[in-house]
């Protein structure tokens, strides 16, 4: 697509969704929902987890589906798509299907930056888990640093006038609320949320937490949405349909 708009092109229609979970016994194919999707879309978003363990066959499998999306695909990995430690091969057969997939990176499409990360782990507001303590424990930290950095700096990259950032942990606790307390710390953290607010974005869009709700707000007020695909969304669709 060309990054020059023309007064048809002053929104863009995003599609996005989370958490597909392609299997390798291809329980679940995506390619007529794609091929909706193409119909109703300018773009289509994946916000991780898009393999269930990480498996290059499972990525050959989505590979395969995306063959009938006639839009252009932008994601990001999930926590999932790194079980089997084959995280670059699995993203290299996604890019090769066409996908732009992001890893601190920015990509723009028709005048609307989008820039993804993974993100991580670590906790919300006051009890945020806090660089202290054991080794292991400040590794972790640093994980969720590391993510946000990198974050930082590809959303410096964007010179669009409108953008979206994609991420598949959490980054405020309004998406991820009816999900367990004990697991919140597990499902994102508040640092995504305040790297983003550094700058002004259209919406930010995560998955990962299957049992949250569909809309929220970082605490600059920027509109977050959870699009895992089992979340309940205005469309009645596994996919939510937002206009930047």
Do not use: W
Not at 151 to 156: G, K, V
């Amino acid at each position: 697509m060309s990054d020059v708009q023309t007064p048809l092109q002053a929104t863009l229609k995003v599609a996005a969704m989370g958490d597909l979970h392609v299997r390798e016994d291809n329980a679940e194919s995506y390619r007529d929902l794609f091929g909706e999707i193409s119909r109703e879309a300018d773009v289509l978003v994946l916000a991780g987890d898009l393999t269930d363990l990480g498996k290059p066959k499972e990525a050959e499998l989505l590979a395969q589906d995306l063959k009938a999306c006639s839009i252009p695909v932008v994601g990001v990995l999930g926590n999932h798509d790194y079980e089997c430690g084959a995280q670059e091969e699995v993203s290299q057969i996604l890019r090769d299907a066409g996908m732009k997939l992001l890893d601190g990176q920015s990509v723009e499409i028709d005048g609307v930056g989008f820039v993804g990360v993974k993100g991580f782990a670590g906790g919300f507001g006051r009890r945020m888990l806090g660089y202290f303590g054991e080794p292991a424990m400040k590794q972790f930290v640093n994980e969720t640093m590391n993510e946000t950095l990198r974050l930082e700096n590809a959303m410096r990259q964007v010179r669009a006038k409108r953008s979206m950032v994609i991420l598949h942990y959490a980054p405020v606790t309004d998406t991820i609320e009816s999900e367990p307390l004990e697991i919140y710390p597990f499902l994102g953290s508040s640092r995504l949320a305040e790297t983003i607010d550094r700058f002004k974005v259209n919406a930010i869009v995560h998955g990962h937490a299957h049992r949250g709700r569909f809309e929220g707000r970082t605490p600059g007020g920027q509109p977050v949405y959870n699009v895992a695909k089992h979340i309940e969304k205005p469309t009645g669709k596994p996919y939510a349909i937002l206009e930047i």
